[in-house]
């Protein structure tokens, strides 16, 4: 079963503006990882958090985790149209570092 | 090599024939995952490695699916009896441990025909 699930399906926005995704599971995790898939091939790796974070940043990227809710939150600021991709969060949960994806978040970023 | 590499990078193969796909981990990496995605779809699990060992296999189909890892490194999954609904892209993940950052390679499309 799928232990990330991210919301929404699809978004589209002007360059410029902000993106937030999100991504929720269902049982206490041990990680959560954040990746960009270009054209459906490899994924590029964005950020790792962990269950004893709440926040992290990489550029133009902030990662925020509430495990009271049970989510996670990706923020791009100042998107670019070169952002465009689909967008996955992937969870370690319970006894297992295993990460399981959801269905992505398919992000347009209009010149 | 710098990366996660998989091979070959396209397949194309009759229905019925045996498919290997290879993934060469990050040097040093001991985690190494196997996932398949179809089309506009997420990634489906198929097995875990930590070392040579496979502790988790719950992901793989059916028995036509099989994996190895040899030597803590190179990876091949090996599907036998190749249906048309195997068709996907096959990707190859590798993490220095298991809690640290998983890493994937540019993936194996195949396809059934």
């Known amino acids: 079963s799928q232990q990330g699930e991210e919301d929404p399906q699809a978004l589209s926005i002007q360059e410029g503006e902000n993106a937030t995704m999100n991504c929720s599971y269902k049982?206490?995790?041990?990680?959560l990882q954040w990746y960009r898939q270009n054209s459906g091939r490899g994924l590029v790796h964005l950020i790792l958090?962990?269950?004893?974070?709440r926040e992290k940043h990489s550029g133009r990227l902030r990662v925020t985790l509430d495990t009271s809710k049970k989510s996670s939150s990706l923020l791009i600021t100042a998107s670019r149209a070169a952002d465009t991709a689909s967008y996955f969060c992937?969870?370690?949960?319970?006894?297992?570092?295993?990460?399981?994806f959801g269905r992505g978040t398919s992000l347009i970023v209009h010149p | 090599g710098a990366g996660v590499s998989q091979s070959p990078s396209n397949k194309v193969t009759e229905k019925g024939k045996d498919v290997e796909l290879r993934c060469d981990p990050i040097?040093?990496?001991?985690?190494l995952y196997w996932y398949r995605q179809s089309l506009g779809q997420g990634l489906e699990f198929l097995i875990y490695?930590?070392?040579?060992?496979?502790?988790?296999k719950s992901g793989l189909p059916s028995d036509r699916f099989s994996a190895e890892r040899t030597g803590g490194s190179v990876s091949t999954l090996t599907i036998q009896r190749t249906q048309q609904e195997d068709s996907a892209v096959y990707l190859c993940?590798?993490?220095?441990?298991?809690?640290?950052?998983?890493?994937f390679g540019q993936g194996t499309r195949l396809t059934v025909v």
């Open positions: 958090i962990r269950s004893n974070e």
């Open positions: 490695f930590q070392g040579n060992s496979a502790p988790d």
């Open positions: 049982t206490s995790i041990n990680n």
């Open positions: 040097s040093g990496h001991t985690a």
């Open positions: 993940a590798s993490s220095l441990t298991e809690d640290t950052e998983a890493f």
């Open positions: 992937a969870a370690a949960s319970g006894g297992s570092y295993i990460p399981t």
